[in-house]
């Protein structure tokens, strides 16, 4: 008789904990992560004035095309998602927590699906620009800071990174797979969807697979696997700055946001008339005859004169 497999515990992976490291919390759990950036380890990072968390800016990228990854040509489009959040922004009172999550997107050309993004873009306006002048972009972004890469799924998008400047990805201080990240505080053993993870962790999302929601939606999840991993501690581990830590980042997380109005127009009268069916001819001959025989019907009731008199009189 096969043994039944008791509750999977989920796999403690590296990138969680990274992720208790950058956030300070989990103190009593906190070791270096078995594999970290060969270019800078993340032990290094400075800590905020007064707390555990480190200084370091957390950049969520998602890109999406429909022409491959492998070379990257002028005659591809892109839509590009770039979401900051900066560790700095929780040492302060935090007032709009829907704030706390700086998000951008790019197109690089005006084909169909960059349009579609374009349109359904939930975090800001969507710029144009030139797949070559993206690195530029993120150069500025990220100017000044030690950062963390961060994708649901990321392997893709560091390809795409790698093929337009190999030392962006270089120089980060920690790349993060949030499918990775999931796998313990939901005790997790299988890959999750972004969509069935923003769903377990209770985070109302719209308008998936636009390059620049994805990225925003994924720091969002990240945030809430913090609060779930640090909440799995012993109670009597957990201090009141972790406490704080986690509503914060639950207010980050679960923040309201406005929904645009889409609306689709009703199609015009010559149009509705000419898309109802035709009827043919010996259907309207069916119809006619069906409507002299149901007016001959009501005529031969016993009280259809007395209605014919009773509307004359009324008439009258």
């Known amino acids: 008789m096969a043994s039944v497999p008791g509750p999977h515990t989920g796999i403690l992976r590296d990138e969680t904990l990274a992720l208790r490291q950058m956030l300070g919390y989990r103190h009593e759990a906190v070791r270096e992560p078995l594999v970290v950036h060969p270019k800078l380890d993340i032990k290094i990072l400075a800590h905020l004035p007064g ?37 700095r922004s929780l040492t302060k009172p935090m007032e709009a927590p829907a704030t706390a999550i700086q998000s951008y997107q790019y197109i690089t050309k005006e084909s169909k699906p960059c349009k579609w993004a374009a349109e359904h873009f939930l975090f800001g306006d969507t710029e144009s620009i030139q797949v070559s002048d993206l690195m530029r972009r993120l150069a500025l972004l990220t100017q000044g800071r030690e950062y963390v890469l961060v994708a649901h799924g990321i392997s893709e998008d560091l390809r795409f990174l790698n ?38 962790l209770n985070i109302r999302y719209d308008r998936l697979h636009v390059a ?21 501690a012993a109670p009597e581990s957990i201090t009141t700055a972790d406490k704080e830590l986690f509503q914060t980042l639950d207010a980050i997380a679960h923040a309201a946001y406005t929904l645009p109005v889409w609306t689709e127009k009703p199609p015009k009268p010559k149009a509705a008339a000419a898309a109802a069916p035709k009827l043919g001819i010996y259907t309207k001959r069916r119809l006619k005859a069906a409507k002299k025989a149901s007016k001959r019907l009501l005529q031969e009731l016993p009280f259809a004169k007395e209605l014919d008199e009773q509307d004359a009189h009324e008439s009258a």
């Open 51 to 87: 707390s555990s968390i480190k200084d370091v800016l957390f950049v969520s990228i998602d890109v999406d095309t429909g022409g491959g990854y492998q070379v990257i040509s002028p005659e591809q489009s892109f839509h590009i998602g770039i979401s900051l959040f900066d560790t």
């Open 212 to 232: 620049g929601n994805d990225a925003h939606f994924a720091l969002r999840a990240l945030l809430m696997l913090a609060v779930r991993d640090g909440k799995m």
């Open 163 to 200: 093929n337009l400047d190999p030392n962006f990805v270089a120089n980060a201080c920690y790349i993060l797979d949030i499918v990775n990240a999931a796998q313990h505080p939901l005790q997790l053993y299988y890959r999750y969807s972004l969509e069935k993870l923003l769903e377990k």
